[in-house]
């Protein structure tokens, strides 16, 4: 499927909420910072998933396809249920401001792979600020990583304290960085009134399992 492009002129605006109606895929946005493991998060997802759920993949880049390029190139999915939008300018745009691409792009996978049950929608790599409208996704995980330090809880911002799902992957390089696990899970407790957040390595367990288990518990709700 060729890419998707955001149009100029993208504002800030508020998008009422989306209704799911029954037997509609849900939609999943995976938001972040460059580089904290948003688009191996989708593969371990899409490779533990696609035996027995019809899902379907979206990326969002600045200039190019390559996160839609690197699912292809693993084969996570078939081709067709992989497909990108080019955002242009801040990631943020395309999944918060003007969603039609994002939308007209759902909306093409939704049509070539009846019937789809799951959309994980990745965002652009940005950085603390960047939230899914509610009108795009019907859940949200913010994927930050130990590697940038473990301040980055306490940093806050919309995706660390309201995101439905926090994963605070590459665990595995905590003792590289001199990162404190225990530091990081009091901070993002202290901002999330009681939302779930979960430690993740993905080097150590490729099959995201505590994201998995999460992502099923909605697919059955
Ligand atoms: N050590 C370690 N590396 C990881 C882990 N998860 C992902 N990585 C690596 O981190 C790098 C970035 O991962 P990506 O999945 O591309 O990150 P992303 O958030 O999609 O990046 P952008 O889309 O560019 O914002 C890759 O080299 C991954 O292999 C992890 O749990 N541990
Ligand atoms: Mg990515």
């Given at each position: 499927m060729p890419p998707h492009f955001l149009p100029d002129g993208a504002a800030h605006v508020h998008h009422p909420k989306r209704e799911r109606k029954p037997g509609e895929a849900l939609r999943v946005g995976i938001g972040g910072p460059v580089g904290s493991g948003k688009t191996a998060l989708v593969a371990a997802l899409c490779r533990e998933l696609r035996e027995d759920t019809s899902l379907a993949v979206l990326t969002n880049d600045i200039y190019t396809t390559e996160d839609a390029d690197f699912l292809r190139r693993h084969a996570v999915?078939?081709?067709?249920?992989i497909t990108a939008v080019?955002?242009?300018?801040?990631?943020?745009t395309a999944i918060r401001d003007d969603i039609t691409a994002n939308l007209d792009a759902i909306d093409d996978l939704i049509a070539a792979n009846p019937p789809l049950e799951l959309i994980l929608v990745e965002s652009g790599g940005d950085n603390l600020t960047a939230m899914f409208s509610s009108g795009l996704v019907d859940v949200q995980i913010f994927v930050i990583d130990v590697a940038g330090g473990d301040k980055v809880p306490r940093k806050g911002g919309p995706g660390v304290t309201y995101s439905d799902l926090l994963v605070i992957n590459k665990t595995d390089l905590a003792p590289m960085v001199g990162a404190d696990l225990e530091v990081m899970r009091r901070d993002a407790a202290a901002v999330r009134d009681g939302r779930p957040a979960v430690f993740l390595s993905l080097t150590e367990d490729p099959s995201a399992a505590p994201v998995l288990s999460w992502i099923r518990g909605h697919l059955r709700s």
């Open positions: 999915l078939p081709d067709e249920r080019q955002t242009g300018g801040c990631p943020h």
